[in-house]
């Protein structure tokens, strides 16, 4: 009895909050007050939601808990809280048709017409997030921090219009592992919860460009790279992120698990996220989106909690791929301070998801185990050899992968000292140094701060390859990489090669290659599938100007259906 009054007791002040927002309660405080007191979001017991799925068929769903045992939504919410419980229903509705699942030239177009202001763009999306991320029921747990600047910083961009990237007042979520100024950057462990830092590059760069940062989204804790065989999405700052397309029933992917479940919702115009190996088209592909893993390179990795500094990337993932190479663009720029930034501009990147290749002059390689085992992508292929396109159906070699998670725990053991060292302002906040004190820091409150273990971290600590085995490791993964596809894209005249999902993402981390991931449909579950162009370095322009030529084509991509209001 006294869980069903808790329960309805969550639900009245969830119904009381979005009549609120609806209304514009009349006894409201004033935008400028802080409001220290109104409780939006109560802890409940997720018990049930988690014993429903100890049985899931997969082992990784079978979740211990759902709900983060530290975070306090209030805390998220409560600072804008005033300004978007004012934000009448009324308003939301005449603004959704020019915003939602619109693209940016769309929305720019809007704006420029006078229709809505940028200050009103933030408000939808900030209305979407308290409205779905408030309710239990509904809850992606994918928000996790919100900028409580957010707003006035939008009425200025109202003010001033300056912008000359179209990247200019679009609102922009971050995976939680991307330093900002006014926000905490957690990587979703405990251990950082506290750690603040300056603006990662690419987020100075978006902010030069105009972007409005809305906020931080969850993601698999220290990017998928701390317990083995654990849920994708999982941290234990932000809790279990859930999959719009199917709460509790399909994955989310990771590890940028927050910014592919966010995009999907309709949170905001796009959000960046980050790949080691898998990490961007993995979470794009399991919402829905379209993301970008770019060559190693092309974007700054300074300010980002690292794994790898041989294979990381920040990159893009949006609900389309003018978006995409929007996002892009605006991101660019030559860092001093990381020794693999290109100082190469690429200026075809601003316009190429604007620019579509005709399918009739592209030259493409499919897996041949691919069109026998996978439905939608032998129909997926069919589509496109149809519209003009050359397909090429290939085995590649077989080539050996030895040594890659060496990559991953050497780099990790060196990179994440010179992250803590360079980047985190108050050393007094953050308790670790190092992987070591990280481990003896969890073991502290295991069911709290490592519910599903830290086999991966241990790992770490147990690797003894030495810096010369290393160089080796890297040398010889790098040329079985570029072996894996090089053979057939020469022989063949290729453009890409098409892949699903993250399906081959390890080959194209080691090769250091791009990756571009597109809808392609959804299986007879509903579970959504996407279609892979992996090109050679720096080939970000053709793979997007390909993606768009490919969307136009298929144009599949659907709104999960409880999140369409």
Same mark, same amino acid.
């Given at each position: 009895?006294?869980?069903?009054?808790?329960?309805?007791?969550?639900?009245?002040?969830?119904?009381?909050?979005?009549?609120?927002?609806?209304?514009?309660?009349?006894?409201?405080?004033?935008?400028?007050?802080?409001?220290?007191?109104?409780?939006?979001?109560?802890?409940?017991?997720?018990?049930?939601?988690?014993?429903?799925?100890?049985?899931?068929?997969?082992?990784?769903?079978?979740?211990?808990?759902?709900?983060?045992?530290?975070?306090?939504?209030?805390?998220?919410?409560r600072p804008l809280y005033n300004e978007v419980s004012q934000f009448s229903e009324e308003r939301y509705e005449q603004i959704k048709p020019l915003?939602?699942?619109?693209?940016?030239?769309?929305?720019?177009?809007?704006?420029?017409?006078?229709?809505?202001?940028?200050?009103?763009?933030?408000?939808?999306?900030?209305?979407?997030?308290?409205?779905?991320?408030?309710?239990?029921?509904?809850?992606?747990? /994918?928000?996790? $921090?919100?900028?409580? &600047?957010? +707003?006035? #910083?939008?009425?200025? !961009?109202?003010?001033? =219009?300056?912008? *000359?990237?179209?990247?200019?007042?679009?609102?922009?979520?971050?995976?939680?592992?991307?330093?900002?100024?006014?926000?905490?950057?957690?990587?979703?462990?405990?251990?950082?919860?506290?750690?603040? /830092?300056?603006? $990662?590059?690419?987020? &100075?760069? +978006?902010? #030069?460009?105009?972007? !409005?940062?809305?906020? =931080?989204?969850? *993601?698999?804790?220290?990017?998928?790279?701390?317990?083995?065989?654990?849920?994708?999405?999982?941290?234990?700052?932000?809790?279990?992120?859930?999959?719009?397309?199917?709460?509790?029933?399909f994955e989310t992917g990771g590890s940028s698990s927050g910014s592919g479940t966010s995009i999907a919702a309709n949170y905001a115009v796009a959000?960046?996220?980050?790949?080691?190996?898998?990490?961007?088209?993995?979470?794009?592909?399991?919402?829905?989106?379209?993301?970008?893993?770019?060559?190693?390179?092309?974007?700054?990795?300074?300010?980002?909690?690292?794994?790898?500094?041989?294979?990381?990337?920040?990159?893009?993932?949006?609900?389309?791929?003018?978006?995409?190479?929007?996002?892009?663009?605006?991101?660019?720029?030559?860092?001093?301070?990381?020794?693999?930034?290109?100082?190469?501009?690429?200026?075809?990147?601003?316009?190429?998801?604007?620019?579509?290749?005709?399918?009739?002059?592209?030259?493409?390689?499919?897996?041949?185990?691919?069109?026998?085992?996978?439905?939608?992508?032998?129909?997926?292929?069919?589509?496109?050899?149809?519209?003009?396109?050359?397909?090429?159906?290939?085995?590649?070699?077989?080539?050996?992968?030895?040594?890659?998670?060496?990559?991953?725990?050497?780099?990790?053991?060196?990179?994440?000292?010179?992250?803590?060292?360079?980047?985190?302002?108050?050393?007094?906040?953050?308790?670790?140094?190092?992987?070591?004190?990280?481990?003896?820091?969890?073991?502290?409150?295991?069911?709290?701060?490592?519910?599903?273990?830290?086999?991966?971290?241990?790992?770490?600590?147990?690797?003894?390859t030495t810096a010369e085995g290393l160089a080796e490791i890297k040398n010889t993964l790098e040329q079985n990489g570029r072996l894996y596809f090089?053979?057939?894209?020469?022989?063949?005249?290729?453009?890409?090669?098409?892949?699903?999902?993250?399906?081959?993402?390890?080959?194209?981390?080691?090769?250091?290659?791009?990756?571009?991931?597109?809808?392609?449909?959804?299986?007879?579950?509903?579970?959504?599938?996407?279609?892979?162009?992996?090109?050679?370095?720096?080939?970000?322009?053709?793979?997007?100007?390909?993606?768009?030529?490919?969307?136009?084509?298929?144009?599949?991509?659907?709104?999960?259906?409880?999140?369409?209001?």
């Amino acid at each position: 009895m006294t869980k069903s009054i808790a329960s309805i007791g969550n639900v009245l002040v969830v119904f009381l909050f979005v009549l609120c927002l609806g209304t514009a309660c009349k006894n409201e405080k004033k935008p400028q007050e802080k409001n220290t007191d109104v409780v939006l979001w109560s802890p409940y017991n997720d018990s049930t939601e988690v014993a429903a799925n100890a049985e899931h068929e997969n082992d990784r769903m079978r979740y211990k808990l759902i709900q983060s045992k530290v975070l306090d939504k209030n805390d998220v919410f409560r600072p804008l809280y005033n300004e978007v419980s004012q934000f009448s229903e009324e308003r939301y509705e005449q603004i959704k048709p020019l915003v939602l699942e619109q693209d940016i030239p769309t929305i720019q177009g809007h704006i420029e017409a006078e229709k809505l202001t940028y200050e009103e763009l933030a408000l939808f999306y900030l209305k979407r997030i308290y409205k779905y991320e408030l309710d239990n029921s509904t809850t992606l747990n /994918t928000v996790i $921090a919100l900028n409580p &600047n957010v +707003l006035n #910083e939008a009425r200025k !961009l109202d003010k001033d =219009k300056k912008g *000359l990237h179209p990247i200019y007042g679009m609102p922009i979520l971050l995976k939680d592992n991307i330093g900002t100024q006014n926000m905490k950057t957690t990587a979703g462990a405990i251990a950082l919860q506290h750690n603040t /830092t300056d603006n $990662a590059f690419i987020v &100075n760069r +978006l902010k #030069e460009n105009g972007a !409005l940062i809305l906020g =931080k989204v969850n *993601l698999s804790e220290w990017a998928y790279f701390l317990c083995s065989g654990c849920p994708v999405g999982y941290s234990a700052v932000g809790g279990q992120t859930l999959n719009p397309y199917g709460r509790r029933i399909f994955e989310t992917g990771g590890s940028s698990s927050g910014s592919g479940t966010s995009i999907a919702a309709n949170y905001a115009v796009a959000a960046v996220g980050t790949e080691t190996s898998g990490s961007i088209l993995s979470p794009s592909s399991q919402n829905s989106v379209v993301g970008l893993k770019p060559t190693i390179g092309l974007l700054s990795r300074t300010g980002i909690v690292p794994i790898s500094s041989t294979l990381d990337t920040p990159g893009p993932m949006t609900k389309n791929v003018s978006d995409n190479a929007i996002l892009l663009s605006a991101m660019m720029g030559h860092d001093y301070d990381d020794k693999a930034s290109t100082r190469e501009n690429f200026s075809g990147i601003f316009t190429s998801g604007e620019r579509p290749i005709p399918l009739n002059e592209v030259r493409l390689g499919v897996f041949k185990n691919l069109m026998e085992g996978d439905s939608i992508y032998k129909a997926t292929i069919e589509k496109l050899k149809n519209a003009g396109a050359k397909i090429v159906e290939f085995t590649p070699p077989e080539v050996q992968m030895n040594g890659f998670l060496s990559i991953l725990n050497i780099d990790m053991k060196n990179d994440l000292p010179d992250y803590i060292d360079s980047q985190i302002q108050d050393k007094d906040a953050v308790k670790i140094t190092s992987i070591a004190d990280a481990v003896a820091f969890n073991k502290q409150d295991s069911l709290v701060r490592i519910p599903y273990g830290q086999a991966l971290f241990e790992g770490i600590l147990a690797d003894s390859t030495t810096a010369e085995g290393l160089a080796e490791i890297k040398n010889t993964l790098e040329q079985n990489g570029r072996l894996y596809f090089n053979d057939t894209m020469k022989k063949h005249d290729l453009d890409a090669i098409l892949s699903i999902n993250n399906y081959h993402a390890g080959y194209a981390a080691v090769a250091k290659y791009p990756a571009l991931t597109i809808p392609m449909g959804y299986k007879k579950t509903g579970e959504p599938i996407s279609l892979t162009f992996i090109g050679k370095q720096f080939s970000e322009g053709s793979l997007l100007r390909m993606g768009k030529s490919f969307e136009d084509l298929t144009k599949v991509r659907r709104q999960p259906e409880g999140y369409k209001e």
